[in-house]
């Protein structure tokens, strides 16, 4: 079984075969209480895949799917066993390696998520169709979606639009779930997981609205599908101080938020495309949409500043409202902010700032 040693309450995975139909995983490890061991059966075939996944698996579910603070503490956040419902980081890196290696499509892969998506499924051990209109797949016009699908169990789409007003992000949502259920019906894919935004039912116009007719489009199609809704990224901030810039002020609209980094919210779809646990049938009543945000509440004019000064950047920040825009006090008033079912997962902003994540 080898003789590495164990720290205190550190876990890591042994393996030895028994026979010619299984093998034993073995992870054993010392703790307060005592020796830990848990045993599992695998088809021998999938040993080499086990053995070489296990220190990048082990690494990566600590430290992306539960950020810098969490990856060190077995405390869950609020709605923990919605998406996750192991009890520490030990428990998911076991039942992540566990799985069974799938063939999972990404629409969007090469956008601000799906690019972790894609990442996320390859350390994991699956097989990634990345889609993307520079590989040949375009989930509007549909050329290349049925060669991209042929054997696929699971599409991931984290696709997004050229436009965010209302109309054009509309009609390409629409487009895209109509083709992607079309082409995957034919393909058999069995599932598919979407993102979208926390609060998009309470707008009444603009990007937010545009979200609410994709949940729509996408849940009324054949293919079964689960809906994660997400809170701003960390990355959202760069953008809009970005968008904001007038000379050297930046006009950054008030929100009350709960920035997460766009990493962890890749982990998490990647869980629900891979994971054991099936998407209710199409047309189901109450079909449960789920939430994922980071650790804390944030003031995004007090992180736009906090970035600004990170980068060293001679701009002045300065919190707005737009008296034009008939959804503008949800921003303020926290209706975008997660509910109390929601998976509180990675680092906050600052710490996403200290790992060098911000630099353009």
Known sequence: ????????????????????????????????????????????????????????????????????????????????????????????????????????????????????????????????????????????????????LAGVECVIDVATGSSPEQEAATEFFATAARNLHEAGERAGVQRMVVVSIIGCDRFTAGYGAAKVAHERAMLSGPIPVRVLRAAQFHEFVAQLVEWGMQGKVSYVPKMRTQLVAARTVAQALADLATGPESAPPPGSSGTPILEIAGPREESLVDMAKLLAARRGEPVRIEGVSDPADPDRDLYETGALLPGPDATLAGPTFEEWLDAGEHEP
């Open 1 to 148: 079984m080898g003789g590495a040693r164990a720290g205190p309450g550190e876990r890591f995975p042994r393996a030895f075969t028994a026979g010619s139909q299984w093998a034993f995983w073995v992870t054993v490890g010392i703790s307060a209480g005592g020796l830990i061991a848990t045993v599992a059966l695998i088809p021998p075939e999938q040993l080499q895949h086990v053995e070489e996944s296990a220190a990048v698996a082990w690494t990566a579910t600590r430290k992306e799917a539960f950020g810098a603070a969490a990856a060190s503490s077995s405390r869950p956040g609020r709605g923990w066993s919605a998406l996750m419902s192991d009890k520490t980081p030990e428990d998911h890196w076991r039942r992540t390696l566990m799985k069974a290696r799938r063939k999972v499509a990404v629409a969007g892969a090469t956008g601000r998520v799906g690019r972790h998506v894609v990442d996320v499924l390859k350390t994991g051990g699956h097989d990634v169709v990345a889609m993307s209109r520079s590989s040949g797949v375009d989930v509007i016009t549909g050329e290349g979606l049925a060669e991209a």
